[in-house]
Each structure stands twice: as structure tokens, then as C-alpha cells.
């Protein structure tokens, strides 16, 4: 889903401080498989944190920017702010206070998280108007994000959710994306239309796009029950099935030929869409084995 709107802007008082605001330090991961871990987003937390900010003082919101892809969790996001001069001197305190109440919310799913911020020289800075940036911080603040349902046929399994994987404000202009995704259509669609619908409530366009179909679990597949027993005889113990909340090629195939039996298997890759992904170069070989003898299976079976 996109959000796009653009804001007019004006000119910053003359005496306020530029300083520009860092959320870093989150563990991110795919939005998808990691959804549920309760991981903190960092466009959702710089927009938290201006909100809070925002109430105490005056601030005009320049430019923002956070995440890399839609079906990544955010791990940083920045904000160029101006602020009053005396409060831009005196903000360490906030900045303390702020941090520590994270990190107690965070302590166990992502403790490293920072939060901080310097002077930045800019001349000739324009920010949107406070009622937009109060518009804007609110909408961020408190759209949904995570999980919205789990699977009642899979326990354990996240059916659907969403996360506002980009956010970006340049020269008046503000994008975000979100990503969605369900075991359902149906279900994937009525919350992509509920995520406009609060949109449009914040007057911002907002429209459904690059949906990825969902693609439904099927316990009595044939070749499901074929490529169990060619594995067990392969490696001398049963697989290990697993329904895993994220988007597959399969999905895609299935959306024009549903007619079609198919599974999906791959290595063990620790740390998806985050730095440090890494793949199990051993259980890359098991793949290999597996569908060299999953082939050769069908083949006799012909």
C-alpha cells in the first residue's frame, strides 16, 4: 500500500536551531517471519518521539526518512527538525528520559536502540506548517502496524499483518509504504482497505499496490506427502513442515494456475532482510540432494 501527499512549506524562524534526530540500533528483520517478535520500528518511534517533543515545544519538521523496503522492518530513520534555541541547547535531558522509557519497552526484543541528536547546518531551511506536522507525526504515530490476526488452523502462525516499511518527507513531499500480507487474500485486502481508510481520515492519498497474493496451506498436497517420504529416505529422518508468514513465488503461481500441486523448501538463512543475513552453506546441499532426489522420484513415478 502507498501514501503519498504533498505539504506547502514555509520558511523556518530565524531564531531557531537545526538539529537533525537519529533512531538507530534496532534489530529490524523480515517483515514477514518477524513480525511477531515485537521488534521496534524505527519510522514508528522517531514519529513518536517528535510527537512527544512537539507537545512540550514548538518544532517545524523539515525533512524525515526511514526504512529501506517495504518488507524489511525499519531499523533507522532520521528527522531534520528546528527548533527554539534555548530547548535545542537543553534537549539532552528529553533525549535521556526519552531512550531509557524505550528501553525498559524494548529490553528484551531490541535493547540496543539509540536515540540522538546534533546540529545541522542548513540554510534556507522550510518545514510544513506546525497543523501538518501535527497531522503528519499523529498519523505516523498511531497507524497500524504488526500483527492484526493469527492463524486459527496454525498454531504459533501469523495469518496476517503489515508493516510501514519507508516513510520519507523531502521538500514538502511525503511518501510511505506499506507492506501486507495474509495466508488470505480476502483478509490481506480488508486490511489494506482499513490502512487507506486512516489514511484518508488524515486527508493523505493513499492506494493498494505491488499486492502479493497469499497462498493457502495445503495438508493433503500429493507432492507434499511425496517429498516427505523422498526426504526421510534421503537424509534417515522426517522433515520438518512448516507454515512460515511470508511471501512466496508459490503464491504467485497459484494466482494464475490454481490447479497447479506445489510446495516450497530452501536452507536456513538466519537474519533475513537485515544486515548480517546469512545463509547455512550445508543446508544449501541438503536442498540440492533433495530436489535431485524429488526429481528422479516423479520421473519413475512417469
Keep these: 500500500m502507498e501514501v503519498r501527499q504533498d505539504f506547502p512549506q514555509e520558511e523556518v524562524p530565524l531564531d531557531y536551531s537545526i538539529m537533525r534526530f537519529d533512531v538507530t540500533g534496532l534489530h529490524g528483520g523480515h517483515s514477514g517471519i518477524d513480525i511477531h517478535l515485537g521488534r521496534g520500528n524505527a519510522i514508528k518511534l522517531l514519529a ?18 526511514g526504512g529501506t523496503a517495504r518488507n524489511a522492518i525499519p531499523r533507522e530513520a532520521f528527522a531534520v527538525c528546528a527548533l527554539p534555541a534555548a530547548v535545542a541547547a537543553n534537549i539532552n535531558e528529553w533525549l535521556q528520559h526519552r531512550l531509557e522509557a524505550w528501553r525498559r519497552r524494548f529490553a528484551e526484543e531490541d535493547s540496543n536502540v539509540l536515540l540522538a541528536c546534533k546540529i545541522k547546518e542548513l540554510p534556507q531551511a522550510k518545514a510544513i506548517s506546525q497543523q501538518d506536522r501535527n497531522r503528519l507525526l499523529t498519523y505516523l504515530d498511531i497507524a497500524a502496524n504488526g500483527v492484526a490476526r493469527m492463524s486459527d488452523d496454525f498454531a504459533g502462525v501469523v495469518d496476517t499483518s503489515d508493516n510501514l516499511g519507508v516513510a520519507s518527507l523531502a521538500q514538502g513531499v511525503f511518501r510511505a509504504t506499506f507492506k ?83 510446495i516450497s523448501f530452501g536452507p536456513d538463512i538466519c537474519g533475513a532482510h537485515a544486515p548480517g543475513e546469512r545463509v547455512e552453506i550445508e543446508s544449501v546441499a541438503h536442498c540440492w540432494l533433495l530436489l535431485q532426489a524429488v526429481l528422479q522420484t516423479l520421473a519413475e513415478d512417469e
Design 48 to 65: 513518536e518521539a517528535l510527537r512527544d517533543l512537539s507537545a512540550h515545544t514548538d518544532i517545524r519538521l523539515i525533512e524525515l526518512n
Design 180 to 262: 501486507v500480507r495474509s495466508l488470505l487474500d480476502a483478509r490481506g485486502g480488508a486490511l489494506a482497505d482499513k490502512l487507506i481508510a486512516h489514511a484518508a481520515s488524515f486527508d493523505l492519498r493513499a492506494w493498494k499496490d505491488g499486492a502479493y497474493p497469499g497462498w493457502s496451506p495445503n495438508p493433503s498436497s500429493h507432492l507434499l506427502a511425496l517429498c516427505q517420504k523422498v526426504y526421510t529416505a534421503q537424509f534417515g529422518h522426517p522433515a520438518s513442515i512448516q507454515v512460515i508468514h511470508a511471501g512466496l513465488e508459490c503464491g504467485l503461481l497459484a494466482a494464475s494456475h490454481p490447479q497447479l500441486d506445489m
